[in-house]
Structure formats: structure tokens, C-alpha cells
């Protein structure tokens, strides 16, 4: 039975963020890293080309950029990101993303406490 995120909730584990899903040429690609209680990390690979437009979360989130590079608008702001940097995105910021040339992120999104 295929396991529904890289690493289990319940127990202590490693993974590899370098290759662990299979990149599709024209398209998104996203897997589930773990998922537990407020904590959702998901990987990420953009075909060269691809875009999510502008869009909200409740969440607040982290963004990694592994390899490549990409363009992350966050309201009227936009950021070019390369491999080691962080993107902070606070409840509710609109944003969107482009992808210049193929790339992979780690998405980290933190559910925050109802006021």
C-alpha cells in the first residue's frame, strides 16, 4: 500500500527532498511531506512555463525554493526566488506564482488558532 505522505505523523523519520516526486514536462506536481494536527508540509515541482494565479489561505505559510528559480507576487510585490531562499506568507496574503524555468519548493503551511 502506497503511503499518503513521505513521512508518517507518528514516528521519527528522514526523506529526501532532492528526488522524491517524478517531475511531469508541462505541469504541477505536488506531494505531501506530513501532515499533522495545524502542520502541512507539501513539495512541489513547476514545469517551465506554469503559473498559479493570484489566490488566499488561511494558513500561514513558508516557502522554500530547492532548485531553480521562480517569481512569487505577493500583493503588488514581486520576488524572484533561487535555491535557499524563504518566503514568509502571513494569513490571508494574496499571492500567485510563476515559474520562468522549471523549479521545486517545499511548502510549509501552519494552520493558526481560531481567534
Known sequence: MKKSTLLSPAAAGV???????????HGIVSRAVITAGALRMTLFHFAAGQELSE??????????????????????AVHTLKPGDLLHLPPDAPHA????????????????PAA
Open 15 to 25: 526523506c529526501s527532498l532532492s528526488e522524491p516526486i517524478q517531475a511531469i514536462p
Open 55 to 76: 489566490h488566499t489561505s488561511k494558513a500561514r505559510a513558508l516557502v522554500q525554493v530547492l532548485s531553480g528559480t521562480c517569481e512569487f507576487k505577493v500583493g503588488t
Open 97 to 112: 506564482v510563476r515559474a520562468p524555468e522549471a523549479f521545486s519548493m517545499l511548502l510549509t503551511q501552519v494552520s493558526e
